[in-house]
T-cell receptor, first 115, second 113 residues
Framework: ETGVTQSPTHLIKTRGQQVTLRCSSQSGHNTVSWYQQALGQGPQFIFQYYREEENGRGNFPPRFSGLQFPNYSSELNVNALELDDSALYLC??????????????FGPGTRLTVL | SQQGEEDPQALSIQEGENATMNCSYKTSINNLQWYRQNSGRGLVHLILIRSNEREKHSGRLRVTLDTSKKSSSLLITASRAADTASYFCATQRTGGGADGLTFGKGTHLIIQP
């Protein structure tokens, strides 16, 4: 077990709706990253938060947004859901990631299906 | 975009045999990590090798890194049925601390009992 938890496990939404996914990091880990993994692909980096501020972003549109809280929990919000947003969403925490030379510990993921 | 590419895409071997997977990447890196994923669930970290290291061992795992060829290999010795999973390499590019990890598409390993 990595000590990183995510909720919910599965979620079904309709195109155009909004969704919030949650992650609880390991205690003491100041960095959380979110990844999207489409079926049969490797994870793709969405963004990273360090001490409650976004400090890195992959090639995802602004309708993907996040929050990180002081209690080591975080959220990924996706607005105006599209069919292609159907994927496994993974969060990963690490100690201190400005240089990101530390191991990232992944949660079990939330599988989102958009109909 | 996916930087790394694992080779082969799929590998099926008999229990007890060794399994070797390769990974190639494109940019200069701080480190390269290997992860295992069972049945579309979360990723389990296996091993991290830094750019100034050439080889690393952890139990039945051996990882090599050749930065001149921008490639890495993962060797699993004496494979077991429980090793059946998808294996991904992921790179942390140099100076890209806030850019997250870049993953390949993975190698699907099947261990036949």
């Amino acid at each position: 077990e990595t000590g990183v938890t995510q909720s919910p496990t599965h979620l079904i939404k309709t195109r155009g709706q909004q969704v919030t996914l949650r992650c609880s990091s390991q205690s003491g880990h100041n960095t959380v990253s979110w990844y999207q993994q489409a079926l049969g692909q490797g994870p793709q980096f969405i963004f990273q938060y360090y001490r409650e501020e976004e400090n890195g972003r992959g090639n995802f549109p602004p309708r993907f947004s996040g929050l990180q809280f002081p209690n080591y929990s975080s959220e990924l919000n996706v607005n105006a859901l599209e069919l292609d947003d159907s994927a496994l969403y993974l969060c990963a925490s690490s100690l201190d990631s400005i240089r990101s030379t530390d191991t990232q510990y992944f949660g079990p993921g939330t599988r989102l299906t958009v109909l | 975009s996916q930087q790394g590419e694992e080779d082969p895409q799929a590998l099926s071997i008999q229990e007890g045999e060794n399994a070797t997977m390769n990974c190639s990447y494109k940019t200069s890196i701080n480190n390269l990590q290997w992860y295992r994923q069972n049945s579309g669930r979360g990723l389990v970290h296996l091993i991290l090798i830094r750019s100034n290291e050439r080889e690393k061992h952890s139990g039945r795992l051996r990882v090599t890194l050749d930065t001149s060829k921008k490639s890495s290999s993962l060797l699993i010795t004496a494979s077991r049925a429980a090793d059946t999973a998808s294996y991904f390499c992921a790179t942390q590019r140099t100076g890209g601390g806030a850019d997250g990890l870049t993953f390949g598409k993975g190698t699907h390993l099947i261990i036949q009992p």
